[in-house]
C-alpha cells in the first residue's frame, strides 16, 4: 500500500548506495499499514521472514516537534506488525555514505543470516520429530 509521503532524496540516495550490497527489488518505498508510514522496507529473503523498516533519523513525526511516548508507540506499532525496525542516521550518512551504506548492509544481511538459521533450526527439529516417529 502506498502513502502520500513526499518523495525523499535522501531516500533515493540510500537506496542507490544499497544496490552494490542487497537486490532492489527487495526495497520498497513509502510503505503504509494502518497506523504507520514507512519511508523504506527490505522485503525478507526467505519465505514467512520479517521485513526489516529502514528509518532515516528515527522519527516518524514531519514536524518539529514530537512525543517520545508517541514515537515509541510508532515502533511498537511497527513490532506487533511482525516487522523489524533499523534506524539509521542522516548526520552519518552525510559525513561518510560508503561507511553507512556497508553497515546498514550489512545489519541487514546478517538479519537475513539469522532467519534462515532460526528456519534451519526449525527443519532440523522437524526433521528430529519425524525420526523419532
Do not use: C
Not at 42 to 70: A, C, I, N, Q, Y
Not at 101 to 129: C, G, M, P, T
Amino acid at each position: 500500500m502506498s502513502s502520500d509521503a513526499p518523495p525523499s532524496i535522501f531516500t533515493e540516495e540510500v537506496i542507490h548506495a544499497l544496490g552494490p550490497f542487497l537486490d532492489l527489488k527487495r526495497i520498497s518505498t513509502k510503505v503504509a499499514t494502518d497506523s504507520v508510514n514507512f519511508p523504506m522496507t527490505v522485503k525478507p529473503l526467505h519465505e514467512g521472514g520479517k521485513p526489516v523498516v529502514l528509518h532515516p533519523d528515527g522519527f516518524f513525526s514531519g514536524t518539529t516537534f514530537t512525543s517520545p511516548l508517541w514515537e515509541q508507540s510508532q515502533r511498537d506499532a511497527i513490532e506487533k506488525a511482525g516487522m523489524v525496525y533499523l534506524p539509521f542516521w542522516s548526520v552519518n550518512w552525510l559525513k561518510n555514505p560508503g561507511v553507512e551504506a556497508r553497515l546498514l548492509a550489512s545489519k541487514i544481511i546478517k538479519f537475513d543470516a539469522n532467519q534462515s538459521k532460526s528456519e534451519e533450526q526449525v527443519d532440523e527439529i522437524s526433521l528430529e520429530d519425524k525420526l523419532k516417529d
